[in-house]
């Protein structure tokens, strides 16, 4: 067996991370609208109690180990203490520990290994926080362990039950992966840069039982040892954040200690938080960009009927819109005010994301600073050592990198707002007109039928003056060429009042007709001053 394929003490932790106030879910996230299992199944954030459950699952059916969190042993959401970041082992339940201890044996290749880990439920802010750690110890009973070969990881994690898709928990998860390497391994590292990548991929590739691995993201050191990272945030199909931590350095065994473990619990809370409010994000995108596009199209089609040669022959006519058309643009007009707020909720839950993310990269960039101060404070580590830029690239890089998307992202679509507005108003400016043009035709008529129907009651009135009365049948012969005809005296009347009054209907309406003529007339005038010389 390769001696440069061996490793000293592995060590694998997990670090989960799930919302336990579920008053505070939002059941309409895109994001959990694409995943029906965070609203229907055990693992919904509104059972806070999925963390522990899967956690005893993994002790006892992946593990084999005599040990769970139950009502003895972790207090409830209701019986928890008060405070920002509380301890959820009772006191005294566990031999005064803050975590719940468990231990196996197993063998090997052959070879007897003693294992031991530990399970420790924290509440942090508004989440449940596990961390659950599984590994070989450095020494027993003073005695220093053998070094094992790195398949040994496959027994660290049966079925994958580390792994994201089986954790599953609502805040996402890091695991980190850590071992000691030999003299000969420092050795090759130093005369190969490529040693400790293929010797991590190899640890990679036996912790998961899968051909689909994360991705190498990037390379550093942390505490004065070599650490590999796995797992872009970017591609959220296969993301699966994995640190692979090569310790080669005392001062790295006397800094990684109990106080900082707590530490990277509290900050991979912050990272896998402001990963989350990220991928809601390119939901939200993608609702926004769809209803944006709807909007474009929506719009497109209620001004259709304004195209410019169909607008040119109504105007020639003289016609306004068609009943069905105005109909159309009021409901239009109705719709469109609740579609321009949900439209502007969606702004503004995207914009709410990016304030998420902000929170958390302070957060995340405090807690570095205050553990470079702790470090610093001790006064006996190298500048190597306190070196967290490693970790810092995050807040530095990566989470300015999703801000910007947000910000260009709102930039692009506040337009979708304004279209909205614009069109509400446009549209209740046209339906104004055609309302104000078809009660002044309204009117018009009404005063052209007034006028009429006045003449028509004066020439009525007057036929005593035009047409004798006596005797009251009397016959009057129209004077008709080639034709003589007689029509009795009343019909006359009526005839004469009905034809005066239609004759002031239509002069009245010609008189109204002509002054729009006109105006138009000016209009096409001013129109080809304007054309340029042919």
Excluded at 31 to 59: F, G, R, Y
Excluded at 94 to 110: Q, R, S, T
Excluded at 126 to 143: C, M, T
Excluded at 443 to 467: D, K, M, N, R
Aim: charged share 20%; glycine share 4%; aromatic share 10%.
């Amino acid at each position: 067996m390769n001696q440069n394929s061996k490793i000293h003490a592995p060590n694998v932790h997990l670090f989960a991370f799930h919302l336990w106030d579920a008053l505070g879910f939002d059941s309409n996230s895109p994001v959990n609208s694409q995943q029906p299992a965070l609203t229907s199944s055990s693992n919904s954030p509104v059972n806070p109690e999925h963390l522990w459950q899967k956690c005893n699952e993994i002790l006892k059916n992946n593990l084999k180990v005599d040990a769970e969190l139950n009502s003895s042993n972790l207090y409830s959401a209701k019986t928890a203490p008060p405070g920002w970041r509380v301890n959820l082992i009772v006191e005294n339940s566990v031999n005064d520990l803050a975590f719940l201890p468990f231990e196996k044996n197993i063998e090997h290749h052959g070879q007897p290994i003693f294992l031991q880990g530990f399970a420790q439920p924290q509440r942090i802010d508004d989440s449940y926080a596990l961390g659950f750690n599984i590994s070989i110890p450095e020494k027993i009973d003073g005695i220093k362990t053998s070094n094992v070969d790195v398949s040994i990881f496959q027994d660290l994690n049966p079925d994958n039950c580390l792994l994201p898709n089986s954790v599953n928990s609502y805040f996402g998860q890091t695991l980190l992966l850590t071992a000691w390497l030999s003299a000969e391994q420092n050795q090759e590292m130093r005369q190969d840069e490529n040693f400790l990548k293929s010797l991590a991929q190899q640890c990679l590739e036996k912790f998961i039982s899968d051909p689909n691995l994360p991705t190498f993201y990037r390379q550093g050191e942390l505490f004065g040892s070599p650490i590999l990272e796995y797992g872009n945030p970017n591609q959220q199909a296969s993301y699966c954040h994995i640190l692979i931590w090569f310790l080669n350095s005392p001062a790295t065994d006397e800094i990684w200690n109990a106080a900082r473990y707590s530490d990277f619990m509290e900050l991979f809370l912050y990272r896998n938080k402001i990963i989350r409010a990220f991928w809601e994000s390119r939901a939200y995108y993608r609702q926004i960009r769809e209803e944006y596009e709807k909007i474009e199209l929506d719009i497109d089609n209620t001004f259709k009927y304004l195209q410019r040669d169909r607008s040119q022959q109504r105007q020639s006519k003289g016609a306004g819109l068609k009943q069905k058309e105005l109909e159309y643009l009021k409901r239009q007009m109705i719709e469109m005010p609740p579609r321009a707020v949900k439209y502007a909720r969606m702004l503004s839950d995207l914009q709410f994301l990016e304030n998420t993310i902000a929170i958390n990269a302070q957060n995340y960039q405090d807690k570095l600073n205050q553990i470079s101060l702790d470090i610093k404070a001790a006064k006996k580590y190298n500048d190597s050592d306190a070196d967290l830029s490693f970790l810092a690239a995050f807040s530095k890089e990566t989470c300015p990198q999703f801000q910007r998307q947000i910000q260009a992202d709102l930039g692009y679509f506040k337009h979708g707002s304004g279209l909205l507005d614009q069109a509400t108003e446009a549209i209740r400016a046209i339906v104004a007109i055609e309302e104000a043009y078809r009660n002044a035709k309204l009117e018009v008529t009404i005063q052209a039928v007034g006028f009429g129907l006045g003449v028509a009651g004066v020439v009525a009135g007057s036929s005593p003056y035009l047409i004798k009365q006596d005797p009251p049948n009397q016959i009057v012969a129209l004077p008709l060429p080639f034709l003589k005809v007689g029509i009795n005296s009343f019909a006359f009347v009526l005839l004469i009042s009905i034809g005066a009054g239609a004759l002031v209907w239509g002069v009245v309406m010609l008189s109204a007709n002509s002054k729009n003529l006109l105006g138009k007339f000016k209009n096409l005038l001013n129109r080809n001053k304007q054309l340029p010389p042919q």
